[in-house]
């Protein structure tokens, strides 16, 4: 079967209230239309069509790396209108399937199912069953039970309104057909629009078999107009994951209180607690714990890490064996190798630091590398940015920074040197040797300190 697939994607989306395209609202990360998308490419479409209109500029150029034709609707004359944009470029002998760029859970497994109810010349029906059908087009079945028509809620009479089968939008039929029927369509009805659900008539009328499909679950056809439906499809497609992620073996200490909104790729015996955020690319080894509240983002994290509660870490690398935090904050382009401690309130950017040493303190690490085995003493600052620009911090194997120090960058320690507890290091420091600045310490005996003066 050569298939078409023709995404609706031109609806102004206004209950949004926001001034980027309805379709680029993000669920996981990932605006909902590059979801759609990425559905149908599982199907191996020869073609992707996708309809688009209102900030179609903004959308295109959002989803330039995507395999789609975009094809322009000046006027959202109705969802008959819309697919006529895609069809002159759309073989007769394609099998075309509609689906909607705002409804972004479906699964493959059921537009497999919904292509199958389209094989030899039937049209195939996405339908679903709804306690409440309101809005929705009606499915209107004869006394066989055989499709006849979908009748929009606006044209439908108190009758009709009471079923409560409805049509998701999504269909399948051949390219020759669906180019015959819509280039029939008319507008003669209450809303005033090209409804592409006019063609199921349309087929009936033919003797096109209409084949009803129905979803496994309906957040599979629910569209998004509003934020509160986007929150609502956002906490579905969380928990999908959670629960791809458990099925894995993770451990979520609340698969209810976790968000992944990217890539995340897990190995064994992985316990995550609650409120961790992941975002991008993150890739966490064997054997690996990540405290409470914690945000990660472009990360990479090997074997055996703890990261303890409240860290925020992106674009790194922790080596195996690393502990980091609780309250770490590790910004871009650091590299930690093994066994590496970086404790409370630490930030780190843009540093390599070498295998076995400690940051476990109160300390700004950016823009350096430091060697393996080093301790870096509570409250230590690489003074790194002179106020127009930025400067390398070397601090060599062996090393010991005593508490509060200043390294005034550049700067090198070097390997197996002693800086003294709150020295301002300002020259390159020697191996081996103990370097400090430090005032003598001096004591002015019988000193008194002020007493407050009476008020006369
Ligand atoms: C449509 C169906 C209705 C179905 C419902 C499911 C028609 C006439 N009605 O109704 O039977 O129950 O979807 O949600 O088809 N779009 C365009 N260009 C247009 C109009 C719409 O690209 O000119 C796109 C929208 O962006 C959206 C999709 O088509 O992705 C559906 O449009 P919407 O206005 O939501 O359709 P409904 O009137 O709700
Ligand atoms: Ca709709």
Redesign the pocket.
């Known amino acids: 079967m050569k298939l078409s697939v023709v995404i ?4 102004q989306g206004t209950r949004m209230r926001s001034k980027l395209p309805k379709v680029l609202h993000t669920i996981g990360g990932q605006p909902m239309l590059a979801h759609v998308i990425r559905t149908a490419q599982s199907l191996a479409p020869d073609a992707m069509h996708v ?1 688009y ?1 209102h900030g179609g500029e903004q959308v295109r150029a959002a989803l330039s790396e995507l395999p789609v034709q975009w094809v322009q ?1 000046q006027q ?7 697919v006529a944009q895609a069809l002159p470029d759309i073989a007769a002998e394609q099998t075309v399937l509609v689906l ?3 409804v972004p859970l479906t699964r493959a497994d059921t537009l497999q199912r919904l292509l199958a109810a389209a094989e030899g010349g039937a049209l195939g029906l996405l339908t679903a069953h709804l306690d409440d059908p309101t ?3 009606r499915i209107i079945r004869d006394a066989q039970g055989d499709v006849i028509a ?1 009748v ?1 809620h606006k044209d439908a009479s108190d009758a009709q309104r009471r079923i409560n089968e ?4 999504m269909l399948a039929v051949s390219g020759a057909r669906l180019r015959q029927w819509v280039a029939g369509l008319d507008n003669k009805n209450s809303q005033g ?1 090209f ?3 006019d063609v199921i008539a349309m087929a009936v009328r033919d003797g096109v078999a209409v084949n009803t499909v129905h979803p496994s679950a309906i957040a599979e056809i629910m ?1 998004i107009n509003n934020k509160s439906q986007l929150a609502e499809l956002e906490r579905i497609h969380q928990l999908q994951q959670a629960e791809a992620l458990m099925t894995q073996g993770v451990t979520l200490r609340d698969p209810a209180r976790f968000d992944v909104r990217g890539e995340l790729s897990v190995g064994r015996d992985v316990v995550i607690d609650v409120n961790v955020v992941c975002e991008g690319k993150v890739v966490i080894g064997d054997d690996v714990s990540i405290g409470p509240n914690c945000y990660l983002r472009d990360v990479s994290i090997a074997d055996g890490v703890i990261v303890q509660a409240n860290c925020v870490i992106e674009e790194a690398g922790i080596g195996a064996g690393s502990r980091i935090g609780p309250f770490a904050r590790i910004r871009p382009g650091t590299v930690l190798a093994d066994d590496v401690h970086v404790g409370n309130f630490v930030e780190i950017k843009k540093a390599e630091i070498g295998q076995g040493s400690k940051v476990n303190h109160l300390s700004y690490v950016g823009d350096a590398t430091i060697g393996k085995r080093v301790n870096v003493g509570a409250g230590t600052i690489t003074c790194n940015y002179d106020g127009a620009n930025k400067h390398q911090t070397v601090i060599e194997d062996d090393v010991f920074v005593g508490s509060d120090t200043q390294l005034i960058a550049p700067v090198t320690v070097g390997a197996g040197a002693t800086i003294g507890a709150g020295s301002t290091i300002s020259k390159d420091a020697p191996p081996g040797e103990l370097t400090l600045s430090r005032a003598p310490q001096q004591t002015r005996k019988g000193w008194k300190r002020p007493v407050k003066k009476k008020k006369a």
């Open positions: 609706l994607a031109a609806g309809v209109g609707q959202q004359l109705g969802t008959g209108h819309a909607y760029g705002d809005g929705y087009g979908i929009e409805i049509n998701t939008g629009e409804y592409l659900t569209g």
